[in-house]
């Protein structure tokens, strides 16, 4: 969903995938154990960002031809090199590499699993660094309009922006305005979080957090104007995680065949 494409007056645009020219904006989950750090009551908010750092990461796509497809954003969900990002990041991709804080970069292996009516993607990493973080979901928090969140991604290849902001509300899929739930094809009732923290192109996949480090949300699309970003909410990355597949399978052939069908 978070194509490159610029927002339509009437409808959504994911928050997206940045295409290798940085100039559109478009469309901007395993169990919940990790093996992250415990965090402390002594953490300042910087000391949150630095640790998540290291659980984030910079996805870059090649198509057939080798060429630059899409950019965006995932994190880190499980100690196995599994990753989390929004499905329209990949859904075009030949392959896919991923670049961590450090500068470290590894292959995709593939798809272990998704859903692209709700734009989510669970990738497997060839390897993982040696310092990494698991990002903590917390699918059962009580989302409340007010609550300060981050956001962190690449909006525009700008790599580790961090921004802050609100949750200005939390919206079913069958409460959106106008033509944007039957754009975004998911079911009634999914809930998204909608905030004012910034999202752009290469925001796609990044996580929406709380400001004590855990993953409620999964940046997605925005809507025309301002303030008006979009994150799935974190309990749909858990249900998918709970249908992995056994091996996963190499982006070059999965949308091989999707093609076909």
Same mark, same amino acid.
């Given at each position: 969903?978070?194509?490159?494409?610029?927002?339509?007056?009437? =409808?959504?645009?994911? !928050?997206?995938?940045?295409? #290798? #020219?940085?100039?559109?904006?478009?469309?901007?989950?395993?169990?919940?154990?990790?093996? #992250?750090?415990? !965090?402390?009551?002594?953490? *300042?908010?910087?000391?949150?960002? @630095?640790?998540?750092?290291?659980? !984030?990461?910079?996805?870059?796509?090649?198509? &057939?031809?080798?060429?630059?497809?899409?950019?965006?954003?995932?994190? +880190?969900?499980?100690?196995? =090199?599994?990753?989390? *990002?929004?499905?329209?990041? %990949? #859904?075009?991709?030949?392959?896919?590499?991923?670049?961590?804080?450090?500068?470290?970069?590894?292959?995709?292996?593939?798809?272990?699993?998704?859903?692209?009516?709700?734009?989510?993607?669970?990738?497997?990493?060839?390897?993982?660094? &040696?310092?990494?973080?698991?990002?903590?979901?917390?699918?059962? %928090?009580?989302?409340?309009?007010?609550?300060? +969140?981050?956001?962190?991604?690449?909006?525009?290849?700008?790599?580790? *922006?961090?921004?802050?902001?609100?949750?200005?509300? +939390?919206?079913?899929?069958? @409460?959106?305005?106008?033509?944007?739930?039957?754009?975004?094809?998911?079911?009634?009732?999914?809930?998204?979080?909608?905030?004012?923290?910034?999202?752009? =192109?290469?925001?796609?996949?990044?996580?929406?957090?709380?400001?004590?480090?855990?993953?409620?949300?999964?940046?997605?699309? !925005?809507?025309?104007?301002?303030?008006?970003?979009?994150?799935?909410? %974190?309990?749909?990355? +858990?249900?998918?995680?709970?249908?992995?597949?056994?091996?996963?399978?190499?982006?070059?052939?999965?949308?091989?065949?999707?093609?076909? *069908?």
């Amino acid at each position: 969903m978070l194509g490159n494409r610029q927002p339509s007056e009437d =409808g959504a645009a994911p !928050v997206a995938a940045d295409s #290798s #020219s940085p100039a559109d904006v478009s469309p901007a989950p395993a169990s919940t154990s990790t093996t #992250s750090a415990p !965090v402390h009551a002594s953490e *300042t908010l910087a000391d949150v960002i @630095e640790r998540l750092d290291d659980g !984030v990461v910079f996805i870059s796509c090649l198509d &057939e031809a080798g060429r630059a497809s899409s950019l965006g954003s995932g994190f +880190v969900i499980d100690p196995s =090199g599994l990753v989390a *990002t929004n499905y329209h990041v %990949v #859904s075009d991709a030949h392959e896919a590499q991923v670049q961590f804080h450090d500068g470290k970069k590894y292959d995709v292996e593939g798809l272990r699993a998704c859903d692209p009516d709700g734009d989510l993607a669970i990738l497997q990493l060839a390897a993982l660094p &040696e310092r990494f973080e698991v990002l903590p979901l917390e699918p059962d %928090v009580s989302l409340r309009q007010g609550t300060e +969140v981050i956001a962190i991604g690449h909006p525009f290849g700008f790599q580790y *922006t961090v921004t802050d902001g609100i949750i200005s509300a +939390v919206r079913k899929t069958s @409460e959106l305005p106008g033509r944007l739930g039957d754009l975004l094809k998911t079911a009634p009732n999914d809930e998204w979080i909608q905030t004012t923290a910034a999202i752009s =192109g290469g925001n796609s996949g990044g996580p929406l957090l709380t400001t004590s480090g855990k993953v409620i949300g999964i940046n997605t699309w !925005v809507a025309p104007g301002e303030n008006l970003g979009f994150a799935t909410h %974190v309990r749909n990355l +858990v249900r998918l995680n709970q249908r992995l597949e056994a091996k996963p399978t190499p982006l070059a052939v999965y949308n091989a065949a999707r093609r076909k *069908t």
